[in-house]
């Protein structure tokens, strides 16, 4: 299971932190990722990280504003947003899947969802 946490109301140029808690299988295990759909649109890519977290794969549109990280003593992934955009508004959903590798940008290719949590930007 995936619980995501921490997004919220903030001002344009403002931070946010969203954690995802895992829980069940080896977390180190999974490669991890958070997508992100805002109304009226297709779930989208936000950005991955492999099973050592050494390595990171961002959209363009995130490149330089946000950082994925995680901590696998923890089971626990983060996302820091800084400089966030009224763009940037959006249910944000961290995903895990087992047999991928960080490259993958496709939603489907994720088997495990967590529920989201929102994120609004104010302009």
């Known amino acids: 299971q995936l619980q995501a946490s921490g997004g919220g109301l903030v001002q344009t140029g403002g931070s946010l932190r969203l954690s995802c808690a895992a829980s069940?299988?080896?977390?180190?295990?999974?490669?991890m990722a958070w997508f992100r759909q805002a109304p009226g649109k297709e779930r989208e890519f936000v950005a991955a990280?492999?099973?050592?977290?050494?390595?990171?794969n961002y959209a363009d549109s995130v490149k330089g504003r946000f950082t994925i990280s995680r901590d696998n003593a923890k089971n626990t992934m983060f996302l820091q947003m800084n400089s966030l955009k009224p763009e940037d508004t959006a249910v944000y959903y961290c995903?895990?899947?087992?047999?991928?590798?960080?490259?993958?940008?496709?939603?489907?290719?994720?088997?495990?969802w967590g529920q989201g949590t929102q994120v609004t930007v104010s302009s």
């Open positions: 069940g299988r080896t977390f180190s295990s999974f490669v």
């Open positions: 990280i492999n099973r050592s977290g050494v390595r990171t």
């Open positions: 995903v895990a899947e087992l047999t991928t590798n960080f490259y993958n940008r496709s939603p489907g290719g994720y088997s495990y």
